[in-house]
């Protein structure tokens, strides 16, 4: 019974009329043109670090090291990107940072990357413009940066102090739980009322530290992010995207304020987390300016020595300032004295230190400060750096030796105090 079955099915589908009709052309037709753009972003630096301390667990004393000079690609990027179909473009971006680096030199970021440097992705992302007439919504999918806080979604090309300011590392270690910034997520963002409105809505995956570092655990627990911004004057751009920059050459006079929030359900490292931030950016000609705050909540559960239960709810905050005027020379040099300040503040109380450490927040409080000057030879695409930059930290009651933020930490090191240093660098962009 089974097999008539079959053949007449058979017999039914091989002579229906619809299978003599013409094939089936109606593909999307691909953009004229379209074509895969590679790219190379490096960023070579020369330092000498001053003032640097490791902690002799041993004597429980911090002792000075040489100061040093060191040369290391700082940050290094291949990529590429296409745009297959009108409005559809694809960007993939591969990193092997800090090669070279001496782990022992006063610049902050993660750990030298070997003398057999490893070569790892650092973006990977569709963008789909829904309407092509315009830039109101716009489809982001894949692996990138959550929009929120104004310095992590800055390139490291585009800011004008010599390093980013750090304040992206804790925001950043807070939203996603490491220092790229990077979750696989889906995001929804455009340009509303003459591009004067820049909106994203975003929905991701941070995995955290469960399961080998692949799960928030048992409990279901995305992260939503949301920023909006309002430009007053110029707008900040003309045409969606979500990298941006600081310094426009001369050519804008406006202001952007932004605000934007975060929030998490509870996972196997705290109940929930959440953050409200605000940035601003500003534009005159010559002088620029934009800075940020972000404050950062976690609420959690620990036992005591005394086996009782205690429910907190723990604060950090972050952020800096940042300042640069364009000077022409002679019509031939173009020069920028820029100044940048970056602070973390923490809890130094030990009880609210201990609630930091239970959910892997920082305390204590930490400053940076540079200056220096940059040498635009090709806008962002090509410049030379000469800056200074100097820190300052405070443990706490947490004491000697105590890694609770960045100025006493260092991967592949451990405790320290970090000291300062003078850098001279390139940054080219092909």
């Avoid at 800075?291 to 009782?308: A, P, Y």
């Avoid at 540079?370 to 090709?378: E, R, S």
């Amino acid at each position: 019974m089974n097999v008539r079955i079959i053949i007449i099915f058979a017999f039914l589908v091989i002579s229906y009329p619809a299978f003599s009709q013409k094939s089936f052309d109606n593909w999307l037709k691909k953009k004229e043109g379209a074509k895969i753009e590679p790219f190379i972003m490096l960023q070579l630096w020369s330092s000498y670090s001053i003032g640097q301390e490791t902690f002799n667990p041993d004597t429980k004393q911090y002792e000075p090291i040489d100061n040093r000079f060191n040369i290391m690609l700082r940050r290094a990027r291949l990529g590429f990107r296409t745009e297959p179909y009108n409005g559809l473009q694809f960007n993939v971006v591969g990193a092997y940072d800090l090669i070279g680096r001496d782990l022992n030199s006063a610049l902050v970021g993660g750990a030298n990357n070997g003398s057999q440097p490893a070569f790892f992705l650092w973006d990977a992302f569709f963008q789909w413009k829904v309407n092509k007439s315009n830039e109101a919504l716009n489809i982001i999918a894949g692996y990138f940066r959550p929009q929120l806080s104004r310095e992590s979604i800055t390139s490291g090309w585009a800011v004008n102090s010599m390093e980013k300011a750090m304040s992206q590392n804790y925001i950043r270690t807070h939203l996603v739980g490491t220092g790229p910034g990077r979750a696989v997520g889906l995001n929804l963002g455009g340009l509303l009322l003459n591009h004067n409105i820049n909106y994203n809505i975003g929905i991701f995956n941070p995995v955290f530290q469960s399961n080998n570092g692949n799960s928030t655990g048992k409990n279901f627990a995305p992260l939503l992010v949301g920023r909006v911004a309002f430009n007053i004057g110029e707008s900040e751009m003309e045409n969606y995207k979500i990298a941006y920059d600081i310094n426009y050459f001369n050519e804008r006079k406006g202001l952007t304020l932004a605000v934007g929030g975060a929030w998490q359900g509870k996972t196997d490292l705290f109940t929930q987390s959440y953050t409200t931030s605000v940035d601003a950016l500003m534009n005159l000609g010559a002088f620029s300016l934009d800075g940020e705050w972000n404050w950062m909540w976690r609420d959690g559960i620990r036992t005591l020595e005394n086996q009782s239960i205690r429910n907190f709810n723990y604060l950090s905050e972050t952020g800096h300032i940042r300042v640069g005027y364009n000077i022409i020379l002679d019509n031939k040099f173009f020069i920028e004295p820029s100044f940048m300040l970056m602070q973390f503040t923490g809890a130094k109380e030990s009880t609210k230190q201990a609630d930091a450490k239970a959910v892997s927040a920082s305390s204590g409080s930490e400053s940076t400060y540079d200056t220096g000057i940059n040498w635009y030879l090709n806008k962002k695409n090509l410049k030379i750096t000469l800056h200074y930059t100097w820190h300052d930290g405070d443990h706490g009651d947490a004491g000697d030796g105590a890694t609770v933020n960045a100025f006493f930490s260092q991967s592949g090191v451990g405790a320290i105090r970090r000291g300062d240093w003078l850098g001279l660098g390139l940054s080219a962009i092909f």
